[in-house]
């Protein structure tokens, strides 16, 4: 009977065994297990379409010598997928390439399909048609949604097959996510949001990629899915089995920078600090987020108010340069935990107290290892702690690491690296510009749509454009008052958001604009109406989709009303509910004066009579590639808003209209950090800088457009090179 039993024991050993070779990737509490190795992985987020690719293998040696393991990215569904069952795998969206990139550096990666990725990126990396499925709602036990996900994920899936690049088929990916960020709906949502979980968990595992799954901020991820931490620290974090390893999927290097915002900072040292304190509580597995940030270029930045730039303050800068010290402080932090990683790996730590504020966490192997982490959390004072027998001091809020439990080879706080400034040099003298003045539509033109009432802006657009026209005309009797009191009547627009240009008369009469944290906006001011026919004409504009919410696919945007007319004789007119005429975009889009052929379909103005600092104007000229290797960009310090245009491709959104509210004020690195502490930029605009990824120049005659909302000097438009 024992010897059955033994022998029983016997084959499921072997199984086992021959089950965890075939899946080379596996894990425990401890770490992650790769080819029968232990290892702490070190991972930083690096987004293929928010750079270019031929920015991406110095990105990526940067990031090796950065003394990264692995490369973390999203996967964006509305990058590869624009319109049903039409995928795009090209440029900036050719992922296989970037992966092959990765794995010719010798590095990992950890491949985040979502294929929600939240990530201030438009719709949450969503397809926008995907909104008009029929009966579909997004990240919940929904059928039309479940069978979209399965079929995305069941794509990117066999693409990496087809492409040899999981691991276990000797390619890079070490583990892949399912999902982003669902604990917080599921939690809001119940009973369903649960099942969607349990279906998300399987569908995934039933992909059979031979590595992991991870579900971040999702504590109940069902088994063998693991569940992660993402935040500014995670040192408290504890996965949902004692069987898996504890992850940080995303420890913010800094922040986004959104219109209306200042530029969010995060100090080195107290990043260093939240690693390492991960570190020596158990943690095994953390990736920057970002490690390079990049640029949203086109229209990919997501609602609400996101910037183009997505620098992030990580430690390679939006244009590809080291943003130091934070790059060499976490570089040499870097060394200091593989110095520690035979100890990490083969145990758990054992704490003991220095002070009221102060922690040893020792880490002793059976095989002789010792590494020792000394931990100081009080923010305002320096402490000498004793550590067998030997005297440390230990700054306020940091963290020495000891790689043979003795000797002080680097402290969270004692930056050795000296910093960089960036710098924009203005380059290439005063462009020659043109004009061509866009020209505001009318509700009897051919080409609008008449509708009774007030439409979402979306359902219209489908995105297709940022504008849609909402255009109505307002009959005024000639015995109206107020033609002879001249106390003009007082218009008022409800809308959705996000920005609101109102003509009246052809003549703009104001611009509004919401917030991230309110995206509504009410225009009310008093308008010069005449007797008879009078025509409003209200371009309301879309800043990108949401990203992030329950159901922010529902989420609307426009011109929804009350729209009314107060201070006539009948006293206030609802425009609200009469006819409205749409028209999506301007006329310079469909004409694609942002390409050198659509450009030609039009007069251009120049010299004397180019236009001065008018609303919804084009721009165009020309200019040659500034000498060397720094990285372009152009300052749009004197433009209110709009869109620039390369050679044809979109740089992104400009707005420096939109001024940094908030407060800079002096930062210290020590004390818990937040989004707000530390900042810079405070009372200039947002965004000044745009770059121009040199890849998409030509030595000489690139095209250069600019759409300009606002009314903005094209003479002060300069391009400057990027150094630090
Ligand atoms: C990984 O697993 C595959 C089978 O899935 C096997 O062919 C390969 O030899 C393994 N690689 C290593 C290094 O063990
Ligand atoms: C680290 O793991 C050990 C073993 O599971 C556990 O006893 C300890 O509480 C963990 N420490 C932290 C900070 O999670
Ligand atoms: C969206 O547009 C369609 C027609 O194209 C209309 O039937 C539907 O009611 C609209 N939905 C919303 C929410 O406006």
């Given at each position: 009977?024992?010897?059955?039993?033994?022998?029983?024991?016997?084959?499921?050993?072997?199984?086992?065994?021959?089950?965890?070779?075939?899946?080379?990737?596996?894990?425990?509490?401890?770490?992650?297990?790769?080819?029968?190795?232990?290892?702490?992985?070190?991972?930083?987020?690096?987004?293929?379409?928010?750079?270019?690719?031929?920015?991406?293998?110095?990105?990526?040696?940067?990031?090796?010598?950065?003394?990264?393991?692995?490369?973390?990215?999203?996967?964006?569904?509305?990058?590869?997928?624009?319109?049903?069952?039409?995928?795009?795998?090209?440029?900036?969206?050719?992922?296989?390439?970037?992966?092959?990139?990765?794995?010719?550096?010798?590095?990992?990666?950890?491949?985040?399909?979502?294929?929600?990725?939240?990530?201030?990126?438009?719709?949450?990396?969503?397809?926008?048609?995907?909104?008009?499925?029929?009966?579909?709602?997004?990240?919940?036990?929904?059928?039309?949604?479940?069978?979209?996900?399965?079929?995305?994920?069941?794509?990117?899936?066999?693409?990496?097959?087809?492409?040899?690049?999981?691991?276990?088929?000797?390619?890079?990916?070490?583990?892949?996510?399912?999902?982003?960020?669902?604990?917080?709906?599921?939690?809001?949502?119940?009973?369903?949001?649960?099942?969607?979980?349990?279906?998300?968990?399987?569908?995934?595992?039933?992909?059979?990629?031979?590595?992991?799954?991870?579900?971040?901020?999702?504590?109940?991820?069902?088994?063998?899915?693991?569940?992660?931490?993402?935040?500014?620290?995670?040192?408290?974090?504890?996965?949902?089995?004692?069987?898996?390893?504890?992850?940080?999927?995303?420890?913010?290097?800094?922040?986004?920078?959104?219109?209306?915002?200042?530029?969010?900072?995060?100090?080195?040292?107290?990043?260093?600090?939240?690693?390492?304190?991960?570190?020596?509580?158990?943690?095994?597995?953390?990736?920057?987020?970002?490690?390079?940030?990049?640029?949203?270029?086109?229209?990919?930045?997501?609602?609400l108010?996101?910037?183009?730039?997505?620098?992030?303050?990580?430690?390679?800068?939006?244009?590809?340069?080291?943003?130091?010290?934070?790059?060499?402080?976490?570089?040499?932090?870097?060394?200091?935990?593989?110095?520690?990683?035979?100890?990490?790996?083969?145990?758990?730590?054992?704490?003991?107290?220095?002070?009221?504020?102060?922690?040893?966490?020792?880490?002793?192997?059976?095989?002789?290892?010792?590494?020792?982490?000394?931990?100081?959390?009080?923010?305002?004072?320096?402490?000498?702690?004793?550590?067998?027998?030997?005297?440390?001091?230990?700054?306020?809020?940091?963290?020495?690491?000891?790689?043979?439990?003795?000797?002080?080879?680097?402290?969270?706080?004692?930056?050795?690296?000296?910093?960089?400034?960036?710098?924009?040099?203005?380059?290439?003298?005063?462009?020659?510009?043109?004009?061509?003045?866009?020209?505001?539509?009318?509700?009897?033109?051919?080409?609008?749509?008449?509708?009774?009432?007030?439409?979402?802006?979306?359902?219209?657009?489908?995105?297709?454009?940022?504008?849609?026209?909402?255009?109505?005309?307002?009959?005024?009797?000639?015995?109206?008052?107020?033609?002879?009191?001249?106390?003009?009547?007082?218009?008022?627009?409800m809308s959705a958001g996000h920005?609101l240009?109102?003509?009246?008369?052809?003549?703009?009469?104001?611009?509004v604009y919401g917030s991230?944290d309110n995206p509504r906006l009410t225009y009310?001011?008093?308008?010069?109406?005449?007797?008879?026919?009078?025509?409003?004409?209200?371009?309301?504009?879309?800043?990108?989709?949401?990203?992030?919410?329950?159901?922010?696919?529902?989420w609307n945007a426009g011109v929804l009303?009350?729209?009314?007319?107060?201070?006539?004789?009948?006293?206030?007119?609802?425009?609200?509910?009469?006819?409205?005429?749409?028209?999506?975009?301007?006329?310079?889009?469909?004409?694609?004066?942002?390409?050198?052929?659509?450009?030609?379909?039009?007069?251009?103005?120049?010299?004397?009579?180019?236009?001065?600092?008018?609303?919804?104007?084009?721009?165009?000229?020309?200019?040659?590639?500034?000498?060397?290797?720094?990285?372009?960009?152009?300052?749009?310090?004197?433009?209110?808003?709009?869109?620039?245009?390369?050679?044809?491709?979109?740089?992104?959104?400009?707005?420096?209209?939109?001024?940094?509210?908030?407060?800079?004020?002096?930062?210290?690195?020590?004390?818990?950090?937040?989004?707000?502490?530390?900042?810079?930029?405070?009372?200039?605009?947002?965004?000044?800088?745009?770059?121009?990824?040199?890849?998409?120049?030509?030595?000489?005659?690139?095209?250069?457009?600019?759409?300009?909302?606002?009314?903005?000097?094209?003479?002060?438009?300069?391009?400057?090179?990027?150094?630090?």
């Amino acid at each position: 009977m024992l010897r059955i039993k033994n022998l029983l024991l016997i084959i499921v050993l072997v199984s086992f065994v021959s089950c965890t070779v075939r899946a080379n990737v596996s894990y425990d509490g401890r770490s992650f297990i790769i080819n029968g190795q232990r290892k702490i992985l070190i991972s930083g987020s690096i987004h293929y379409p928010r750079s270019t690719p031929e920015m991406w293998p110095d990105l990526i040696q940067k990031a090796k010598d950065g003394g990264l393991d692995v490369i973390q990215t999203y996967v964006f569904w509305n990058v590869h997928e624009p319109s049903p069952g039409n995928y795009n795998f090209e440029g900036r969206g050719d992922i296989v390439k970037f992966l092959k990139l990765v794995k010719a550096a010798g590095l990992y990666v950890h491949l985040r399909i979502g294929p929600y990725i939240c990530a201030e990126w438009n719709f949450g990396g969503f397809p926008v048609w995907l909104k008009y499925v029929p009966g579909i709602e997004f990240r919940t036990d929904n059928g039309p949604f479940k069978a979209a996900m399965q079929g995305f994920v069941t794509k990117i899936v066999n693409l990496m097959k087809s492409e040899n690049l999981f691991e276990p088929q000797g390619g890079p990916i070490i583990m892949s996510q399912i999902e982003n960020e669902y604990g917080p709906v599921e939690w809001e949502i119940g009973a369903p949001g649960k099942a969607y979980t349990k279906w998300a968990a399987q569908m995934a595992v039933a992909q059979t990629t031979g590595v992991p799954w991870v579900m971040c901020k999702q504590q109940d991820a069902p088994d063998p899915t693991i569940d992660a931490c993402n935040g500014f620290y995670c040192e408290g974090y504890v996965p949902n089995k004692p069987y898996k390893p504890k992850m940080f999927t995303e420890i913010w290097t800094g922040w986004y920078t959104q219109y209306g915002g200042p530029t969010p900072i995060r100090p080195a040292e107290d990043l260093a600090f939240a690693v390492a304190r991960f570190i020596h509580n158990n943690g095994s597995f953390f990736n920057y987020y970002m490690y390079h940030g990049g640029t949203n270029f086109g229209r990919s930045a997501s609602g609400l108010f996101v910037a183009t730039s997505y620098d992030y303050d990580a430690p390679i800068d939006e244009y590809g340069l080291l943003n130091e010290p934070k790059y060499g402080h976490l570089r040499d932090l870097h060394k200091a935990i593989k110095q520690c990683e035979p100890a990490l790996v083969s145990t758990y730590p054992t704490v003991i107290w220095l002070g009221k504020n102060q922690e040893a966490h020792v880490f002793k192997s059976k095989s002789g290892a010792c590494a020792a982490f000394l931990s100081n959390y009080d923010p305002t004072y320096q402490v000498r702690v004793s550590f067998q027998n030997l005297p440390y001091d230990l700054p306020p809020w940091s963290i020495s690491i000891l790689p043979d439990c003795k000797t002080v080879v680097y402290n969270t706080a004692k930056v050795n690296t000296p910093s960089t400034q960036a710098k924009m040099t203005p380059v290439g003298g005063q462009l020659s510009w043109q004009s061509y003045i866009d020209e505001t539509p009318s509700a009897d033109d051919r080409d609008t749509l008449a509708m009774n009432g007030l439409w979402e802006q979306i359902n219209v657009t489908r995105d297709s454009s940022d504008y849609l026209w909402y255009l109505t005309d307002v009959n005024i009797a000639s015995n109206e008052g107020f033609l002879k009191s001249g106390q003009y009547p007082l218009l008022t627009v409800m809308s959705a958001g996000h920005a609101l240009h109102v003509f009246v008369n052809g003549q703009l009469s104001g611009t509004v604009y919401g917030s991230l944290d309110n995206p509504r906006l009410t225009y009310s001011s008093n308008v010069k109406l005449w007797a008879g026919v009078n025509k409003i004409a209200l371009l309301s504009v879309a800043v990108g989709l949401a990203n992030v919410g329950v159901h922010f696919e529902t989420w609307n945007a426009g011109v929804l009303g009350p729209v009314t007319l107060k201070g006539l004789n009948e006293g206030t007119r609802d425009l609200t509910k009469q006819t409205w005429s749409y028209k999506v975009g301007l006329k310079g889009e469909s004409r694609g004066l942002n390409t050198i052929t659509g450009s030609a379909s039009v007069e251009w103005a120049q010299g004397s009579l180019l236009a001065k600092k008018q609303p919804l104007t084009w721009y165009k000229t020309t200019f040659s590639t500034p000498q060397g290797n720094d990285p372009i960009a152009i300052d749009m310090g004197s433009m209110g808003k709009g869109e620039v245009w390369v050679n044809g491709q979109s740089i992104g959104r400009h707005w420096p209209a939109y001024i940094a509210k908030g407060s800079c004020s002096k930062c210290n690195y020590a004390g818990t950090y937040s989004e707000t502490k530390c900042q810079s930029n405070c009372g200039q605009p947002s965004q000044r800088w745009y770059h121009i990824p040199r890849s998409w120049l030509n030595p000489s005659g690139n095209f250069l457009v600019v759409l300009e909302e606002g009314g903005g000097d094209v003479n002060g438009i300069s391009l400057v090179r990027r150094t630090r």
